[in-house]
C-alpha cells in the first residue's frame, strides 16, 4: 500500500468519527454546566445537565434558523436558550407560560397563570424526612445561603411537580403581571427572589430555544481553578449523578 492510499486509509475514518460526534451535538445532545443558582433547589451551581436539541425541531448548526418545527416545549419544562441580549450567552430556566397567558405573582410569591393559582405546599425544612428526600437542602453551600434564611414550597405546575426557594428577606419586589405576546415565551428560576428572567427582561422568541434539559450526568461544589470546565474530584455530588431532571 503507498503512502497516499494509507493517508486516505487513516483520515476518512477519522473524519467521519468528527463529523459523528458534531452531530450528535448538533442535532441530538449537548452538555451545559449550570453557571448559577437561578434554578435552585432544582439544580445546582455546577450541575453538568444534558440537553435534547431534538425535541422542538430542527435547527441549522451554529444559528438560529429551525428548518422544522415538530413539537412545542411543554409548560412546567426546563428548557436551555440563547439570552434575549446576546446569543452567545446560553441560559436555562423553567418555561412558566405561552402565547396568551395571563401570568401574575402577588407579595407572597403565589404564582397565577390566567388567574388561576398554582397549587403549592410550603417544605418543612426541619423534617428529617425532608431532608433525607431533598439532601441538597441539608447544605447551606449548595443552597449559597443559610437554611435559615429562605423558605422552601413544592409548586405544581401541568402535571409537574417541583420545589422553588424565596429568601426571607428579599429586597426586591415579587408583585408583577404580563401576558405572554403571540409566540413567545415566559420563563423564570426556581429561586424565585434570585433570578434574572422573564420579569426582568420579557417573553422569548421560538428562535431562541436551544432545548430541554434531561438529566444530570455530573454535578460538583467546585471546578478546578485550572481547568474551570473540570469537576474537582472531591466535590462531586454522588447523589446527583444520573439525575432526572423534573
Not at 90 to 113: E, W, Y
Not at 201 to 218: C, M, P, Q, S, T
Amino acid at each position: 500500500m503507498n503512502k497516499k492510499a494509507s493517508f486516505k486509509n487513516s483520515v476518512f475514518p477519522f473524519l467521519l468519527t468528527i463529523l459523528f460526534v458534531f452531530s450528535i451535538r448538533w442535532f441530538l445532545f449537548e452538555p451545559f454546566v449550570i453557571p448559577s443558582g437561578s434554578l435552585i433547589p432544582s439544580l445546582l451551581i455546577y450541575d453538568h445537565v444534558l440537553v435534547s436539541k431534538y425535541d422542538f425541531g430542527l435547527r441549522l448548526p451554529w444559528t438560529k434558523t429551525w428548518v422544522a418545527n415538530w413539537s412545542e416545549p411543554k409548560v412546567g419544562e426546563i428548557v436551555v436558550f440563547r439570552s434575549k441580549h446576546d446569543d452567545s450567552y446560553f441560559m436555562i430556566k423553567r418555561l412558566i407560560g405561552k402565547a396568551g397567558d395571563r401570568i401574575k405573582m402577588n407579595s407572597q410569591g403565589v404564582l397565577f397563570i390566567n388567574d388561576k393559582p398554582l397549587e403549592r405546599h410550603k417544605v418543612d425544612l426541619s423534617d428529617p424526612q425532608i431532608i433525607k428526600k431533598y439532601t441538597e437542602l441539608a447544605h447551606p453551600k449548595r443552597l449559597k445561603q443559610p437554611v435559615s434564611h429562605v423558605e422552601v414550597y413544592e409548586e405544581q405546575l401541568n402535571g409537574k411537580k417541583y420545589l422553588t426557594m424565596y429568601s426571607r428577606w428579599s429586597m426586591r419586589p415579587r408583585t408583577f403581571e404580563y401576558t405572554v405576546p403571540e409566540g413567545e415565551y415566559f420563563f423564570m428560576g426556581d429561586n424565585r427572589d434570585n433570578s434574572s428572567d422573564s420579569r426582568a427582561w420579557g417573553a422569548l422568541k421560538r428562535e431562541n430555544l436551544i432545548g430541554k434539559a434531561r438529566l444530570v450526568w455530573l454535578s460538583c461544589d467546585s471546578m478546578l481553578s485550572s481547568l474551570p470546565f473540570l469537576c474537582k474530584p472531591d466535590s462531586i455530588r454522588t447523589d446527583r449523578i444520573f439525575m432526572q431532571i423534573n
